[in-house]
């Protein structure tokens, strides 16, 4: 897998997490950089584990499904990209509302965090399948994430949602395209 490949990946694996920055961003009326900072660390620590996570179980089912394998990580990927695009068209602003706990908490930071990774840990166990070494890609995710998520705060603060479900669903077909490159080399 090129390095090309790994950033792309990278970058669709971060659309959730910035989509979630950038509506954290809008909940703030001024610009606190140790809460993007903190939100950046949050997100890019958790897209970089999930990968490793995934990959380390994939290497126990690698025997079991490497006739097919292509055509797992073609389904995995073109679900999680689907299910970002599908989640991009969900209203998300009954949900904020509902929600009345600072996204910067702690406690909220990690539940967001894990839920913006589940797509990574799907990832990783596709990278196992394609051979493919994990300490590139996931210290690129996780600092991919990072960036993103820090940028998408500042964004977030000065535009609101405007750019969120947009990003989301760019990312979802950022996966579906690589998923298909899989599938047909």
């Not at 509902?98 to 406690?107: A, I, Q, R, V, Y």
């Not at 967001?112 to 994990?134: E, H, K, P, R």
């Amino acid at each position: 897998m090129t390095s090309i490949e790994i950033l792309t990946i990278a970058l669709g694996l971060s659309m959730d997490a910035f989509a979630v920055a950038v509506a954290s961003g809008a909940t703030m009326k001024k610009l606190h950089i140790p809460n993007a900072i903190k939100m950046g660390a949050f997100f890019g620590a958790f897209q970089a584990a999930m990968p490793v996570l995934g990959w380390l179980a994939g290497l126990g089912l690698k025997n079991f499904i490497s006739g097919y394998d292509h055509w797992v990580a073609f389904g995995l990927l073109g679900f999680i990209g689907g299910k970002m695009i599908y989640e991009s068209f969900k209203m998300k602003d009954e949900q904020a509302r509902e929600n009345k706990s600072s996204p910067f908490d702690t406690g909220t930071l990690t539940l967001l965090s894990i839920a913006t990774s589940i797509d990574a840990l799907a990832v990783g166990l596709t990278f196992s399948m394609l051979t493919v070494s994990i300490a590139g890609p996931a210290i690129t995710i996780g600092l991919v994430t990072f960036g993103l998520s820090v940028f998408g705060v500042a964004l977030g603060s000065k535009a609101g949602h405007f750019f969120e479900n947009r990003i989301e669903a760019l990312g979802g077909l950022i996966l579906i395209a690589i998923g298909f490159k899989i599938l047909f080399t």
